[in-house]
């Protein structure tokens, strides 16, 4: 299920060759209601955006469904407990990893460079001094909250800067690239934080005013995942008195970002409205996927990218 417009012409035919010969695809702009219902209870796969939330009632109505798929890596919108217990696989499209990675990095890089200041100083005619320096990235230290395939992706990256990776995931108990650390410890150790966890409710402001206590008063946060893994309020008190040095956002709490955020009136701050990653080749990676796995499901196959593994498959009971 996707938002009404949201196909550009020849969309479908660039990134779905063959899904429009295997099923009929409709678009729909309801939010709830008994049309919505109505629609849900015809379809056999439901293709997600990412803005729309699929509650256990809308689940409920897809009596037919073989799967949900969305379209890029995030899954908060879904209620995957629900779509578990009612034997729906839920699919995600991991075709984003290496541009969330890049643009994780570029953050970091224009932090520690002084990248806004000096694009400014360019512009106004001010010469450099000392008192304007930035940093070098070597032998620094980069901490990753959540180690996932995006997670990887950024030690991979960093690493070639000569950089020293922590990492801090629950769910992960080796690694080569990173040293597994709590999370507390990462966090006062680290001249970078970067976040990469998914959103849910053990991750829900993994950044608050505690985690930010912990920082460095010379670290940086990037931010790249989701905007509600951080309590805006809280970084934004801890950017106005000195506790850490700054932060590169790409994503909010409230999205689109309004221009009277005060997080992008601060000085301290790189702020994009959460497209730093877009890339045209990450785009249609997540589209092929996405009909891979709509295709799959379609010939009662489990997808690769099957987000609840446990998942009882109403097609095999």
């Known amino acids: 299920m996707n938002r009404a417009g949201f196909y550009k012409p020849g969309w479908i035919e660039k990134h779905w060759p063959t899904l429009p010969q295997r099923a009929e695809i409709r678009k729909t702009a309801l939010e709830s209601g008994p049309e919505l219902h109505a629609e849900v209870a015809e379809a056999d796969i439901l293709y997600n955006r990412g803005s729309f939330q699929l509650t256990r009632y809308i689940l409920e109505a897809g009596t037919k469904l073989r799967g949900v798929v969305t379209s890029g890596v995030g899954i908060e919108k879904i209620d995957v407990e629900a779509a ?14 290496s541009t969330v990675a890049e643009a994780s ?15 400014t100083a360019a512009r106004e005619g001010t010469p450099p001094d000392s008192k304007t320096e930035g940093m070098e990235l070597f032998d620094k230290t980069i901490g990753l909250i959540g180690f996932g395939r995006i997670g990887r992706a950024t030690a991979n990256i960093v690493r070639a800067y000569g950089m020293h990776v922590l990492a801090f995931d629950p769910y992960v108990t080796k690694s080569d690239v990173a040293e597994l650390v709590p999370l507390d410890d990462l966090l006062k ?9 998914v959103l849910n409710d053990s991750t829900r402001q993994i950044i608050n005013e505690k985690s930010l206590s912990l920082m460095r008063p010379t670290a940086f946060l990037v931010n790249t995942a989701r905007g509600e893994l951080v309590d805006e309020v809280a970084l934004e008190r801890a950017l106005k008195s000195g506790a850490i040095a700054g932060a590169g956002v790409d994503v909010f709490n409230v999205e689109p970002v309004k221009p009277d955020h005060p997080l992008l009136a601060l000085p301290n701050v790189i702020a994009t409205p959460h497209g730093l990653a877009h890339a045209t080749e990450s785009r249609h ?12 499901l379609l010939d009662g196959r489990l997808p690769e990218f099957v987000v609840n593994p446990s998942v009882q498959w109403r097609l095999n009971q």
Request: with cysteine; hydrophobic share 50%; glycine share 4%.
């Open 105 to 119: 990095m570029l953050l970091v890089a224009a932090l520690a460079k002084r990248l806004l200041f000096w694009v």
């Open 84 to 97: 578990t217990e009612l034997g729906i696989p839920v699919v995600n499209s991991p075709g984003n990893t």
């Open 285 to 296: 990676r997540c589209a092929v996927l996405s009909e891979q796995s709509m295709l799959a």
């Open 189 to 197: 150790q680290s001249d970078f934080v970067s976040l990469h966890s």
